[in-house]
Structure formats: C-alpha cells, structure tokens
C-alpha cells in the first residue's frame, strides 16, 4: 500500500514562489507516474502536472496549460520524493494541492486514472 505525503503549501503574495513536496512510501516509486492535481472551493479536481517513466532513468513532464511555464515537476527517486515548484504565482492558483500515484505508469489527466492519493496541502496566494 503506498503512502503519500504532501509538504510546502502555505500563504503567498502574487508573483511569489513556492515549492510542494511528496514523499512517497510502500511500493516501487521509480516505475510509478507521479502528479498533482489541485482542487479549489466549489470547483472539482483539476490536473496540474505529471511526471511518467519513458525507459531506463528517463522521465517525462506534463502540465496544465494553466500552469504550463510557470510550475516545474520533478523526482528524485532515491528519496521516493516528487516535488512541484510554483513560481509567478496567481490568486487562481489558491486550492488544495494533492500528490498522486499511478502504479500502472500511465498517468492520465484524469482523476480516475490513480491509485493513490495524499492528504493534500493548502496553498493559497494573496492579490
């Protein structure tokens, strides 16, 4: 059963930068896809980025053309970790972000597509 574990959500002013982490535990971090998704007030939960095995050590990223330039997805798997940094942030941007799993490695954009999801973090930017 992995374990995901969400870090570094907090209170920023617009413009500013923050940086998510999610320590992963219980299966075989480096064959998983590994995302996060976000979810505002009264909106569903929405794809951000994703990061997928492509071969030997090789991984790609994918984003939400809402965050697309301006957030960066990546892993260390020595350390079971995936990290989201957050820079020019937006008062949109405000929602619980959420650290998710999929054992298959396909990593859609869909949220039916994961196994396993964190507790989430709060990050919320002010105007």
């Known amino acids: 059963q992995e374990q995901l574990v969400e870090s570094g959500g907090g209170l920023v002013q617009t413009g500013g930068s923050l940086r998510l982490s999610c320590v992963a535990s219980?299966?075989?971090?480096?064959?998983?896809?590994m995302g996060w998704f976000r979810q505002a007030p009264g909106l569903e939960r929405e794809f951000v980025a994703i990061t997928r095995r492509r071969g030997y050590n090789a991984y790609d990223a994918e984003y939400a053309e809402t965050v697309k330039g301006r957030f960066i997805i990546w892993r260390d798997n020595a350390k079971n970790t995936v990290y989201l940094q957050m820079n020019s942030l937006k008062p949109e941007d405000t929602a619980i972000y959420y650290c998710?799993?999929?054992?298959?490695?396909?990593?859609?954009?869909?949220?039916?597509?994961?196994?396993?999801w964190g507790q989430g973090t709060q990050v919320t930017v002010s105007s």
């Open positions: 219980g299966g075989t971090f480096s064959t998983y896809a």
């Open positions: 998710t799993a999929d054992s298959r490695g396909r990593g859609p954009r869909s949220v039916t597509g994961y196994d396993y």
